[in-house]
């Protein structure tokens, strides 16, 4: 058993640039776990900046000087968010706070619905199987309402975390868009001369990041506007609370279309029953979950996401175990990251004939003793 440990680390650790790589790793999640939470508004500008960085080059691209670029990109895009917080903000408060008020009619009618089954079905379920499931949707209903009011407790408390966000995160945006080279250039200098594998791993693994976190977001944006034109087009009741759900949604490849396509199809079936609008608009939804799926996410993400699907399942479970919220979305990120790292980690290949000498020298050593037992 020592023999094979030995090997493994001789094959993966004896090459001074794969330990500087594991050191720097190592540092990193220590970080993360021991101060992430300080550090939530550098990550949330960080994240920013990725989005307007891309901007930001269009911009230069054209000539125009980077803090000049810079400037407008901000200035730009918080005059967005001040009109998505104004505009869109109320309205989705407003529909959620409707949903919630409709929430106990709905459930009535479900129970109604539901107690129906044994009078058409009696061969397949019985009354008291139909209560049994009521009494539990009416605990799991019970248990998210009392989620709900501890999360608006929750953000009441934090109110003043909020308005701190609004001034330091769009200032250190900024800083982090204007003075780019000049920081990278000072981590830079902060890391030891050999440093080939691990400039190697960052420089893939920054592109990687970027261009998925702007995918991202485009995604988000693209997927809402078109589930909203589709909910508006058959007037589903909530359209602009249940379209932002199917936004947010792709945040979580696979499980969040599922979990989102819940709601919608409750909805639509208390505001039409089984009628054909019902049929036509889960048909409508699952074309736009195709799309986006099949051609959208190809598009965005093509040189990007190079992952089994099993792969990107189990990252979102467990970064999103670790850091909740953040942990889902770097969840493909963090996965490309361990893929990447690898992918390019040296393996020391140890040459046939130390090999082989080696395994003489074990021989002799295993006679040896051998015959010392003998003898004795």
């Known amino acids: 058993m020592l023999a094979v ?14 330990v500087i790589l594991a050191i720097l790793l190592l540092g990193g999640l220590v970080a993360i776990l021991t101060v992430g939470d300080l550090l939530a508004p550098f990550l949330v500008a960080v994240v920013l900046a990725y989005v307007l960085e891309g901007l930001v080059q269009a ?12 400037s407008a990109v901000l200035l730009g895009s918080i005059v967005l968010a001040v009109m998505a917080l104004f505009g869109l903000a109320p309205i989705l408060v407003q529909q959620g706070a409707q949903l919630l008020r409709e929430a106990p009619d709905m459930i009535a009618r479900g129970q109604s619905a539901l107690l129906e089954l044994p009078e058409q079905y009696p061969a397949l379920v019985t009354e008291e199987q139909i209560r049994a499931i009521i009494r539990n949707i009416q605990t799991e209903v019970g248990d998210w309402g009392r989620a709900l009011l501890s999360i608006s407790l929750a953000q009441a408390v934090s109110l003043f975390a909020f308005f701190i966000y609004l001034v330091l995160v769009p200032l250190m945006v900024f800083f982090l ?4 080279d000049r920081i990278l250039d000072w981590l830079v200098s902060l890391l030891p001369e050999r440093r080939e594998l691990s400039s190697r791993v960052w420089k893939e693994v920054n592109a990687k990041i970027g261009n998925y976190i702007r995918g991202k977001v485009i995604e988000i944006l693209l997927v809402w506007m078109v589930s909203y034109a589709t909910f508006t087009f058959f007037g589903l009741n909530f359209s602009l609370l249940l379209s ?5 949604s792709v945040i979580i490849p696979y499980i969040g ?3 989102v396509t819940v709601p919608i199809a409750l909805v639509a079936y208390f505001q039409w029953g089984f009628a054909a609008d019902f049929w036509w608009l889960l048909i409508a939804y699952q074309v736009i979950q195709i799309l986006d799926g099949n051609v ?12 089994h699907p099993v792969a990107i399942i189990v990252a979102v479970l467990f970064f999103g175990g670790l850091w909740g919220v953040w942990g889902v979305f770097f969840a493909i990120p963090l996965a490309t990251l361990v893929q990447v790292v690898l992918d390019t980690w040296p393996h020391v290949v140890q040459p046939p004939e130390e090999m082989d000498a080696e395994e003489d020298a074990e021989s002799v050593e295993a006679g040896e003793a051998a015959a010392g037992s003998e003898g004795g």
């Open 5 to 18: 440990i030995r090997d493994w680390y001789r094959r993966n650790f004896t090459d001074p640039q794969a």
């Open 296 to 307: 959208l996410v190809p598009l965005l993400f093509s040189e990007v996401v190079n992952l």
């Open 177 to 180: 868009l204007k003075d780019k």
């Open 257 to 259: 279309a599922i979990a």
């Open 244 to 248: 932002f759900l199917v936004g947010i």
């Open 59 to 70: 911009m230069e691209r054209w000539g125009i000087p980077r803090l000049l670029a810079v």
